[in-house]
């Protein structure tokens, strides 16, 4: 049988589980928010253009307004200003896009600590247990934030001093880019970087480092928990935005079941 046939036929008979790792997509979805002077992003809204009416008596439809960086969504090279030479989200190669994934689950810590940050040490600890990190595949960090995902306030964690989300330190993030195979990064939360990470040095080291490397970042997923530590194959389509920065995207995983 051809593989593809193979694939489908595991898939219907689910010894293949197709699990969506994609938040809704609507108004209430949480949004980042930068302090001034910064400029930000406009949430979700859909803006009808008829529904069977005068307007068009047999079809819906609708406008939608958005930004590149709204919901989950994959975040290109070129977003941040390390890797502004780097690839928009058209050109990011299709077969990129489809690679595999390992879990690190530190949703324990991240409860007890909300501005928990992943180490080098904590990276190498689970590569002993596990194996190395996949060679072109993801890097999906667990915290337990989808949880909070229904609602913007608890999901950005803000008080008077900033944001309190979990994240990765500086020096694992610049680690993970430069000394690892990995295509990309994978979080729950709303970025790939801490909530406290504009007072880090340098800051906003995931994006800094990451993006400057030529990898990429998937943001605001759901449902990790599903995904086993090591064997999941992760599929991630973002729309190909002439010159994006990012694209709102469908992120799904392929699990194969016992």
Same mark, same amino acid.
């Given at each position: 049988?051809?593989v593809?046939?193979q694939l489908?036929?595991?898939?219907?008979?689910?010894?293949?589980?197709?699990?969506?790792?994609?938040a809704?997509?609507?108004?209430?979805?949480?949004?980042i928010?930068?302090?001034?002077?910064?400029?930000?992003?406009?949430?979700?809204?859909l803006?009808e253009?008829?529904?069977?009416?005068?307007r068009?008596?047999?079809?819906?439809?609708?406008d939608?307004?958005?930004g590149?960086?709204?919901?989950?969504?994959?975040d290109?090279?070129?977003?941040?200003?390390t890797?502004?030479?780097?690839?928009?989200v058209?050109?990011? =190669?299709?077969?990129? @896009?489809?690679?595999?994934? *390992?879990?690190?689950d530190?949703? #324990?810590?991240?409860a007890? %600590? $909300?501005d928990?940050?992943l180490?080098?040490?904590?990276?190498?600890?689970?590569?002993?247990?596990h194996g190395p990190?996949?060679?072109?595949?993801?890097?999906?960090?667990?915290t337990?934030w989808?949880?909070?995902?229904?609602s913007q306030?608890?999901?950005?964690?803000?008080n008077?001093?900033g944001?309190?989300?979990?994240?990765?330190?500086?020096g694992?993030?610049?680690?993970?880019?430069?000394?690892t =195979?990995?295509a990309? @990064?994978?979080?729950?939360? *709303?970025?790939t970087?801490?909530? #406290?990470?504009?007072?880090? %040095? $340098?800051?906003f080291?995931?994006h800094?480092?990451l993006?400057?490397?030529?990898?990429?970042?998937?943001?605001?997923?759901?449902?990790?928990a599903?995904?086993?530590?090591?064997?999941?194959?992760v599929?991630?389509?973002?729309?190909?935005?002439?010159?994006?920065?990012?694209?709102p995207?469908?992120a799904?995983a392929l699990?194969e079941r016992?």
């Amino acid at each position: 049988m051809p593989v593809l046939d193979q694939l489908i036929s595991a898939i219907r008979d689910a010894r293949v589980e197709v699990i969506d790792l994609t938040a809704p997509l609507e108004a209430a979805t949480p949004v980042i928010r930068l302090p001034e002077p910064f400029g930000n992003t406009r949430p979700f809204a859909l803006h009808e253009i008829s529904r069977y009416d005068e307007r068009g008596p047999a079809w819906y439809w609708n406008d939608i307004s958005t930004g590149e960086h709204t919901g989950t969504h994959f975040d290109a090279p070129v977003h941040w200003a390390t890797g502004r030479d780097g690839e928009d989200v058209s050109q990011v =190669p299709v077969t990129r @896009l489809i690679a595999p994934a *390992v879990v690190l689950d530190f949703s #324990a810590e991240a409860a007890a %600590d $909300p501005d928990y940050l992943l180490e080098i040490e904590h990276v190498k600890g689970w590569e002993a247990e596990h194996g190395p990190l996949p060679d072109g595949g993801w890097l999906l960090y667990r915290t337990g934030w989808d949880a909070r995902s229904r609602s913007q306030e608890a999901f950005l964690n803000a008080n008077e001093t900033g944001p309190h989300t979990p994240g990765i330190s500086v020096g694992c993030a610049r680690w993970l880019a430069q000394e690892t =195979p990995l295509a990309g @990064l994978g979080v729950e939360t *709303v970025g790939t970087d801490a909530g #406290a990470a504009h007072s880090f %040095d $340098p800051p906003f080291p995931c994006h800094a480092s990451l993006l400057g490397a030529g990898k990429y970042g998937l943001t605001q997923l759901q449902n990790l928990a599903r995904l086993p530590a090591t064997g999941a194959v992760v599929i991630a389509g973002p729309l190909p935005i002439t010159g994006g920065s990012g694209s709102p995207c469908r992120a799904i995983a392929l699990v194969e079941r016992s």
